[in-house]
T-cell receptor, first 114, second 112 residues
Framework: ETGVTQSPTHLIKTRGQQVTLRCSSQ?????VSWYQQALGQGPQFIFQ???????GRGNFPPRFSGLQFPNYSSELNVNALELDDSALYLC?????????????FGEGSRLTVL | GENVEQHPSTLSVQEGDSAVIKCTYS??????FPWYKQELGKRPQLIID?????GEKKDQRIAVTLNKTAKHFSLHITETQPEDSAVYFC???????????FGPGTRLSVLP
């Protein structure tokens, strides 16, 4: 069984640039959620994708967008980067959208915005 | 929306002692409460969870208690070991399971 993998692991961008982060969900999982974890804080929900559709969104502006592909992998796109976007971005997959259960996290992509 | 508070923010205990971390939540619709452990530079991993129809759950040295009336839940670690040192996050969500709201975390240090 393959776990959740994310790429890249680290990246540095400058203000105003755009970034794309990628996530491969755990085998058998059809739901992917993205979280932002600022230094010293808990993860904050960005959005969730289920069957290629956005299925819930947290309090993040529209410049945060995403995609889910037929193989359930996902991308997080952030436009017009701001300094406060510097954080660890965590992808988590789960076997279903409805109901409750364990989130399986990837190792994260650490984004630094200069 | 849901708001989860967590205390203390840091906790140091001697090896072998017990550690208790407390969380409160605001949304009475929340009915699933997981606890995640995040070691330095690692991914968060689920260590125990509890659903609203249960008051207490144990797994070896770890236990979680839930008081739905007071809207608080706690993590108890007994006989702490150095490998328990990590940041612990509580979270709450409702039946839709879309939005897990995490607490700010507790940094536990187990001193040898």
């Amino acid at each position: 069984e393959t776990g959740v993998t994310q790429s890249p692991t680290h990246l540095i961008k400058t203000r105003g640039q755009q970034v794309t982060l990628r996530c491969s969900s755990q085998s058998g999982h059809n739901t992917v959620s993205w979280y932002q974890q600022a230094l010293g804080q808990g993860p904050q929900f960005i959005f969730q994708y289920y069957r290629e559709e956005e299925n819930g969104r947290g309090n993040f502006p529209p410049r945060f967008s995403g995609l889910q592909f037929p193989n359930y992998s996902s991308e997080l796109n952030v436009n017009a980067l701001e300094l406060d976007d510097s954080a660890l971005y965590l992808c988590a997959s789960s076997p279903t959208s409805g109901g409750t259960g364990e989130l399986f996290f990837g190792e994260g992509s650490r984004l630094t915005v200069l | 929306g849901e708001n989860v508070e967590q205390h203390p923010s840091t906790l140091s205990v001697q090896e072998g002692d017990s550690a208790v971390i407390k969380c409160t939540y605001s949304d009475s619709a929340s009915n699933y409460f997981p606890w995640y452990k995040q070691e330095l530079g690692k991914r968060p991993q689920l260590i125990i969870d509890i659903r609203s129809n249960v008051g207490e759950k144990k797994d070896q040295r770890i236990a979680v208690t839930l008081n739905k009336t007071a809207k608080h839940f706690s993590l108890h670690i007994t006989e702490t070991q150095p490998e328990d040192s990590a940041v612990y996050f509580c979270a709450a969500t409702d039946n839709y399971g879309q939005n897990f709201v995490f607490g700010p975390g507790t940094r536990l240090s187990v001193l040898p």
